[in-house]
């Protein structure tokens, strides 16, 4: 039934979102450290590339305006109208931040041109106040992001939330959010006990009694549903915020299009085609060159202590499934016996990845000694650079999987094969064997393909460095 003693429609009631002030407060903290370092660094820049005799046209004179609170309005602005001050992943975005603040370099150098010419800036202060600007608001923001992870880890300043859902979506919810360490998970309401046609006014009592700031929807829920829940949850004051782990909605960047009223969802298509494709060949190749450069003495080691701890060659080649299913050899450094793949058959029944697609065994006999500090540390894959200089492989991307695992594919897994498969990608930077069903594995390869940048790759690339020092899930 409806609560007659509540119109939902009524804004007069509305209250202030819980959180509101907080966010008010980060936005203005961010505001004004970037302020700080745009101003700490035109300062530096003009001391040293002001012509000497000149004066400062920073500050104001007798007869001129100075230009420090149009940089900073400027500045600031423009960061602010790329979303860099909100409160989603986006402020993070470095590439974005570089895009920005290098915009708003070039409108203030033709506003500083146009405004005041004859008493032109020098260009090597234009120049050393890009670099500076770049360097310390980079540098701000990072020790910023850090300072508060770290705040976060120990349990503080976390936003409290409720999980609104089927059951088994509230438990990938939780696996999600609980890797941000941005939540504090206070309530989880059960949606399947949930009787149709009811308001929603007992558990929104429920949620501001626990000061809930933010209800995450996991589930589908009928239309009125949503719209009764969202009135109601705004009225009280609570945000809410879809997602999508139980919801039939695609992985990919989207965009939110209003036709005759009605939100409707734009999908991009998936990336790494066309110029995409050979942008990422170019850093394969590129970034592979460099990697055969600076490890071949590891490489000569690893060679030499394989050959001396057990019969049989130093490589292991095997028939893998690349790109558009073609068929290929991938360059391994051995680390089983000679006999592994007659063995395998054997040890069938002790696989540990559900579903079956994959084999993972975390005490496979069948490794040598060696191979399990190769494998510890990831160093088996290394070889795996000449498939990338032949393009048969990428740095990053989807696993190449054996025939054996190909054939237990179901039909969506199929869609892996249109990419060029990679060394490393999301999985192992995700827990590697830690992973243990197939389908989480297929959900994170989806995400790479329909989320790919160079940013990304490179990003998944450090990571990578971060997660085979720190033996993350190997075995």
């Known amino acids: 039934m409806y609560n007659k003693r509540l119109d939902i429609r009524a804004p007069i009631i509305t209250q202030l979102s819980r959180g509101t002030g907080v966010g008010w407060l980060r936005v203005a903290i961010v505001m004004l450290l970037d302020g700080l370092m745009v101003t700490l660094a035109w300062v530096v820049a003009d001391q040293l590339g002001r012509r000497t005799g000149s004066f400062s046209l920073l500050w104001a004179t007798e007869n001129t305006p100075g230009f420090l609170l149009p940089i900073l309005t400027i500045t600031i602005g423009i960061c602010a109208a790329s979303g860099l001050y909100g409160t989603d992943d986006r402020r993070r975005d470095f590439f974005s931040l570089l895009k920005s603040l290098t915009l708003a370099q070039s409108v203030l150098l033709i506003v500083g041109y146009l405004y005041e010419p004859e008493a032109v800036i020098s260009r090597s202060t234009f120049l050393l106040s890009w670099?500076?600007?770049?360097?310390?608001?980079?540098?701000?923001?990072?020790?910023?992001?850090?300072?508060?992870?770290?705040?976060?880890?120990?349990?503080?300043?976390?936003?409290?939330?409720?999980?609104?859902?089927?059951?088994?979506?509230?438990?990938?919810?939780?696996?999600?959010?609980?890797?941000?360490?941005?939540?504090?998970?206070?309530?989880?309401?059960?949606?399947?006990?949930?009787?149709?046609?009811?308001?929603?006014?007992?558990?929104?009592?429920?949620?501001?009694?626990k000061h809930i700031d933010e209800v995450f929807v996991c589930s589908n829920l009928s239309v009125r549903d949503q719209i009764f829940l969202y009135w109601e949850l705004k009225t009280a004051g609570i945000h809410?915020?879809?997602?999508?782990?139980?919801?039939?909605?695609?992985?990919?960047?989207?965009?939110?299009?209003?036709?005759?009223?009605?939100?409707?969802?734009?999908?991009?298509?998936?990336?790494?085609?066309?110029?995409?494709?050979?942008?990422?060949?170019?850093?394969?190749?590129?970034?592979?060159?460099?990697?055969?450069?600076?490890?071949?003495?590891?490489?000569?080691?690893?060679?030499?202590?394989?050959?001396?701890?057990?019969?049989?060659?130093?490589?292991?080649?095997?028939?893998?499934?690349?790109?558009?299913?073609?068929?290929?050899?991938?360059?391994?450094?051995?680390?089983?016996?000679?006999?592994?793949?007659?063995?395998?058959?054997?040890?069938?029944?002790?696989?540990?990845?559900?579903?079956?697609?994959?084999?993972?065994?975390?005490?496979?006999?069948?490794?040598?000694r060696m191979g399990k500090f190769i494998r510890r540390y990831s160093l088996d894959e290394f070889p795996q650079i000449i498939n990338v200089l032949r393009g048969e492989m990428s740095l990053v991307g989807p696993r190449p999987f054996p025939l054996r695992d190909v054939e237990r594919f179901s039909e969506h897994h199929f869609i892996r094969q249109e990419v060029l498969p990679g060394i490393t990608g999301l999985w192992q930077v995700s827990g590697r064997s830690d992973v243990v069903d197939f389908e989480d594995v297929f959900r994170l390869d989806m995400t790479y393909i329909q989320n790919w940048s160079v940013a990304l790759d490179f990003q998944i690339l450090f990571q990578t460095v971060k997660v085979v020092l720190a033996k993350e899930g190997a075995y």
């Not at 009223?261 to 995409?276: A, C, E, K, L, V």
Request: proline fraction near 5%; hydrophobic fraction near 45%.
């Open 131 to 209: 670099l500076f600007v770049l360097s310390l608001v980079f540098t701000e923001r990072l020790l910023l992001h850090l300072a508060v992870v770290y705040v976060r880890s120990k349990g503080m300043i976390r936003q409290l939330i409720c999980l609104l859902g089927e059951p088994q979506d509230i438990v990938r919810a939780e696996k999600l959010l609980g890797k941000t360490r941005q939540y504090d998970i206070r309530d989880r309401e059960d949606i399947s006990q949930r009787t149709p046609g009811i308001d929603w006014s007992e558990m929104i009592h429920r949620l501001r009694q």
């Open 240 to 368: 809410l915020r879809i997602l999508p782990v139980g919801l039939e909605l695609p992985i990919q960047s989207s965009e939110i299009k209003m036709v005759n009223g009605i939100p409707t969802i734009r999908f991009r298509s998936p990336p790494i085609i066309g110029g995409d494709y050979w942008l990422k060949r170019a850093f394969d190749i590129v970034m592979a060159s460099i990697i055969v450069l600076l490890a071949s003495p590891l490489f000569l080691t690893l060679a030499l202590l394989i050959k001396l701890d057990s019969q049989g060659p130093i490589f292991y080649k095997q028939t893998r499934v690349g790109l558009k299913g073609r068929h290929f050899k991938v360059w391994k450094f051995r680390t089983m016996v000679i006999n592994a793949e007659q063995l395998q058959k054997e040890l069938e029944a002790k696989n540990e990845m559900k579903g079956g697609v994959m084999f993972k065994m975390k005490d496979d006999p069948r490794i040598t």
